[in-house]
Nanobody, 115 residues
Framework: QVQLVESGGDLVQPGGSLRLSCAAS????????ISWYRQGPGKKREVVAS???????NYADSVRGRFIISRDNAKSRVSLEMKYLKPEDTAIYYC?????????WGQGTQVTVST
């Protein structure tokens, strides 16, 4: 079955960096677009970044220039490198993919940006 497992969330000070990882299994990873979403306290879930099958990337305006998404098809992993973190980046971060007409989500990893 499709599984997405996020890791790497932590408490970090403003201006700091974190690297999130999403390990995928149960589907042909290289043939799927993978996205990172986040949901902050009291906010709706929003897309942060996505990486396509051709390694093309897209970013939300709020993170462009600070976050980098990348994929490793050999390891079935997607990473999200986050720099210059701000308190407003505080959220649970999820990776997601569509497979056979259905969207799948991981359990999420908590990122907290605070002093």
């Amino acid at each position: 079955q499709v599984q997405l497992v996020e890791s790497g969330g932590d408490l970090v000070q403003p201006g700091g960096s974190l690297r999130l990882s999403c390990a995928a299994s149960g589907f042909a990873f290289s043939n799927h677009v993978i996205s990172w979403y986040r949901q902050g306290p009291g906010k709706k879930r929003e897309v942060v970044a996505s990486v396509g099958t051709g390694y093309n990337t897209n970013y939300a305006d709020s993170v462009r220039g600070r976050f980098i998404i990348s994929r490793d098809n050999a390891k079935s992993r997607v990473s999200l490198e986050m720099k210059y973190l701000k308190p407003e980046d505080t959220a649970i971060y999820y990776c997601s993919t569509y497979h056979n007409g259905r969207e799948y989500w991981g359990q999420g990893t908590q990122v907290t940006v605070s002093t």
